[in-house]
């Protein structure tokens, strides 16, 4: 339990931690690459490439994997298609999950810069902001999550500053974050591909996600009221 007090005392102020480090480490980084980039023969152009190339494959590595561990998750406990709870009889991973997620991958990377005439960089960018708006919210239903569990179900447990002032102060930061980063920033881009569109397709994603979950609840109420399967500490250590 008090792992749990501090993982929400930690997630009501990660946007704030995040957007702090995150300013300070581009700065830093468009000051390696002038100084890169000044080396002569341009060797340095070629560093900030494969600099760029790897930084960006480990993400996409680690963000691969947890999409498919969730997707293999839901489907597992059956709010997702069964499908996607099943593992590779031989190599022991939700190959389902990941064949999605590889596909999806491959859509975005390959397909949909042609709607942004064909500029991969844009495209890039158009992602990213996406990843940026969802990683909010998620940060947002957290610390919502957090206050509602120990109101709801652990009250004698409730600390005050972990479990009602941080989560407090988190959705302020969180909800300010995403409206002057994302929404103000977006909707003022000139091109409405790159801004407009962007604010729309993640609005209509998070509707259609709570619309699914809604209809979850009526229909198959069992599915969100029983015990998740969770890792066992005590198992681990035997």
Known sequence: MADLNRAGAYDAL??????HYAAAGVEHLFTVAAGLDSIPGGGGEILVILTAFTATTGVFIACAIGATRVLYAMGREGTLPVVFGKLHPRFQTPWMATHLVFAISLFATIVWPFWLDGNFLASFVWWAGCIAFFA???????????????????????????????PIIGLVV??????????????????????????????????????????????????LQQQALVFDESVAEA
């Open 14 to 19: 990660s946007a704030h931690l995040y957007v």
């Open 136 to 166: 909010l919210v998620t940060y947002l239903f957290v610390n919502l999550a957090n206050i509602l569990y120990f109101v709801r179900i652990q009250p004698t447990k409730r600390n005050i500053f972990t479990n009602v002032v941080a």
């Open 174 to 223: 969180d909800a300010y974050v995403l409206y002057k980063a994302f929404f103000e920033s977006l909707w003022n881009v000139e091109d409405w591909r790159q801004g407009q569109a962007i604010i729309w397709f993640c609005l209509i994603v998070a509707v259609l996600g709570l619309v699914y979950v809604a209809a979850i609840r009526s229909r198959r109420p069992a599915l």
